[in-house]
Every structure is written in structure tokens, then in C-alpha cells.
């Protein structure tokens, strides 16, 4: 069954996203990932949605679920949707797409953190480019000395200005926080403590994904 890891920006979806797909086998779509590629490759799609990302607001409901659609299509495996549903609309249209695919949605899970922890972590979060094109999150699981070792550049996101970060997190309690409504009204809603040591919080989650 497919799961989705919710949680504010910077909650530790994408860190805990990776461990789980090592864990537990599953493919991990990162809607954020997929946007910033297209941007990365400079396609007309790239083109549109740069200037909205970079500015913390949200890409329109029917564009992403169009991309989401491409990237499901052909998945075998369990599916972590990491960063989607960001709206209720959203979550009703990957009910809708899950049912057409003949998949089945277990826990809608999500990670917590309060605002000011998500400040500082954002505020002070670094990326590194690989010479393959691959880009891997500076933290517990790749150092800057991993980094350095294989080639790769350090850099910092766009979208982690402090205006983009306040933007976010408005734009995360007014149109994603509805969203928990949505799955707890259908069962599915289960959350965990985010501010832990990222063992601990991908302990936790293992625990409530049993
Ligand atoms: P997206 O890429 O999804 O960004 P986000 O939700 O803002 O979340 P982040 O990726 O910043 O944080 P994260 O929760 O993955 O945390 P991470 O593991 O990196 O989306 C970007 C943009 O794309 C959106 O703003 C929007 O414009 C657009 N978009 C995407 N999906 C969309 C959709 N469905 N609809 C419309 N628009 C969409 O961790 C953060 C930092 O904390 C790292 O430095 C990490 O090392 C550190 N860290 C992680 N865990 C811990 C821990 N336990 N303790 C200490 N530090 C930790
Ligand atoms: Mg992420």
C-alpha cells in the first residue's frame, strides 16, 4: 500500500522519505524533487513554476497532478508520496488516481515540528550537487566531507530565503494543515514527533507503518 509523509517544510519529509525507501523497499516521489528537475532542465514546464517555487507559493492543483499522473504511471512498487496532497482538492484527486491505477492508499502520515524549530533548520540547510546531475541533502546521512569527496558543490535552495521560508510556512497552516481534516476523517491520519534525532523519528514511523 502506498503511504504519504505530510509535515510543514523542512519537517524532515525528504530525510525520512530516503530511509524508509531503504527500509522498507518503497519508490519515493517527491513532488519538490520532480518540480525543481524540470527546472534543472530548463523545460517550459521548469519555466513556469520557477518563479512560484522560489517565492514559497504552490504550484495550481491541475498542473502537479498532471506531472504526478506521468510519474505514477508504470510504478510496481509501494509508493511514498512525499510533499502531495498540499490541498484537500489535491487529496480527493489522488484518491480519484489511485482508484483508476488499482492502488490503495494505507497511513497518511504526518511528521510534526513547530514553526520555530522549522526557522532554524531551514535557515541553516545545505544541498550538494553531484557530478552526476544527483542532489543529496547535507545532514545526518551526507556530510560536507562526503560531499567534497565525490565531487560534488554545495548550495543553498532558493526557495530558503527567511521571506520564502515565513512564506511557506503561511502558505503550509492555511492551504496543507486542512488536509490532515481530510485523512483523519477517513481513518488513515497518523502523526509523529519530528523533533528528534532523525533515528529516533524514522523509529517512530516504522513503528506506526507496522
Ligand atoms: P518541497 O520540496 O516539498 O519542500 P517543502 O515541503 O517546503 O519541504 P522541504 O523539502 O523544504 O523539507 P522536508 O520536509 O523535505 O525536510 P528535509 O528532510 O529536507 O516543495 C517545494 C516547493 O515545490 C513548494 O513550496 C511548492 O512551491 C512546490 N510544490 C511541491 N509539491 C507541491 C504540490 N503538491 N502542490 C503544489 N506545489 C508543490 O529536512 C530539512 C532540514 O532539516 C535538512 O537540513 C535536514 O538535514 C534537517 N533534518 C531533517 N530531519 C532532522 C531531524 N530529525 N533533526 C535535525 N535536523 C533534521
Ligand atoms: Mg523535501
Excluded at 488499482?102 to 524549530?117: F, H, M, Y
Excluded at 544541498?127 to 541533502?137: A, F, M, N, Y
Excluded at 562526503?146 to 520564502?164: H, I, P, Y
Aim: glycine share 10%; with cysteine.
Amino acid at each position: 500500500m502506498d503511504i504519504i509523509l505530510m509535515g510543514a517544510p523542512g519537517a524532515g519529509k525528504g530525510t525520512q522519505a530516503a530511509r524508509l525507501k531503504t527500509a522498507l523497499g518503497y519508490k519515493h516521489i517527491s513532488t519538490g524533487d520532480v518540480l525543481r528537475s524540470e527546472i534543472a532542465s530548463g523545460s517550459e514546464l521548469g519555466k513556469k513554476v520557477g518563479a512560484i517555487i522560489q517565492k514559497g507559493d504552490l504550484v495550481s492543483d491541475e498542473l502537479m497532478l498532471s506531472i504526478l499522473k506521468e510519474v505514477v504511471s508504470g510504478v510496481q512498487e509501494p509508493i511514498i508520496f512525499d510533499g502531495f496532497p498540499r490541498t484537500v482538492p489535491q487529496a480527493e484527486m489522488l484518491n480519484t488516481m489511485l482508484a483508476s491505477l488499482g492502488r490503495e492508499l494505507g497511513k497518511a502520515v504526518e511528521i510534526s515540528l513547530p514553526d520555530e524549530v522549522v526557522v532554524v533548520r531551514l535557515s541553516s540547510r545545505k544541498q550538494c550537487k553531484l557530478p552526476s546531475g544527483e542532489v543529496k541533502q547535507i545532514g545526518p546521512d551526507f556530510s560536507l566531507e562526503d560531499c567534497a569527496a565525490q565531487g560534488g558543490e554545495v548550495f543553498t535552495r532558493k526557495d530558503d530565503s527567511a521571506e520564502s521560508i515565513a512564506h511557506r510556512l503561511q502558505v503550509y497552516h492555511q492551504q496543507t494543515e486542512p488536509v490532515t481534516a481530510f485523512y483523519k476523517q477517513a481513518g488513515k491520519f497518523v502523526a509523529v514527533n519530528g523533533d528528534q534525532h532523525p533515528d529516533q523519528v524514522l523509529n517512530d514511523l516504522l513503528n506506526v507503518l507496522k
